[in-house]
Nanobody
Framework: VQLQARGGLVQAGGSLRLSCVVSGRPFSSVAMGWFRQAPGKEREFVAAINWVGDRTHYVDSVKDRFTITRDNAKKTVYLQMNNLKPEDTAAYYC?????????????????WGQGTQVTVSS
């Protein structure tokens, strides 16, 4: 299974959408999540979505600013990030889990992308 995501550079208050394409496994049976790791900090959970896409969960710091969605036909999961702040600067990782549900812990995920850098300038 391979996961590939693209990030970018944006000014504070701006928006960016991350996308992660999954290959090598039926995408509709993989729960997806996004994590991030800022320099000098541990990797943290950001958002998750179940197989069907009707359940989501977010870390408090991104609620009402970030939205996770998925398109099973395109085998892609998205993270729409609005009103970005400098503290959102981090390497973002998409991850996949074989089990049904919405998962917030790194140990619950089976597949990981290589990470993509998001930089928010002030």
């Amino acid at each position: 299974v391979q996961l590939q995501a693209r990030g970018g550079l944006v000014q504070a208050g701006g928006s960016l959408r991350l996308s992660c394409v999954v290959s090598g496994r039926p995408f509709s049976s993989v729960a997806m999540g996004w994590f991030r790791q800022a320099p000098g900090k541990e990797r943290e959970f950001v958002a998750a979505i179940n197989w069907v896409g009707d359940r989501t969960h977010y870390v408090d710091s991104v609620k009402d600013r970030f939205t996770i969605t998925r398109d099973n036909a395109k085998k892609t999961v998205y993270l729409q990030m609005n009103n970005l702040k400098p503290e959102d600067t981090a390497a973002y990782y998409c991850a996949g889990a074989r089990n049904w549900g919405v998962w917030t812990m790194q140990s619950q995920y089976d597949y990981w992308g290589q990470g993509t850098q998001v930089t928010v300038s002030s």
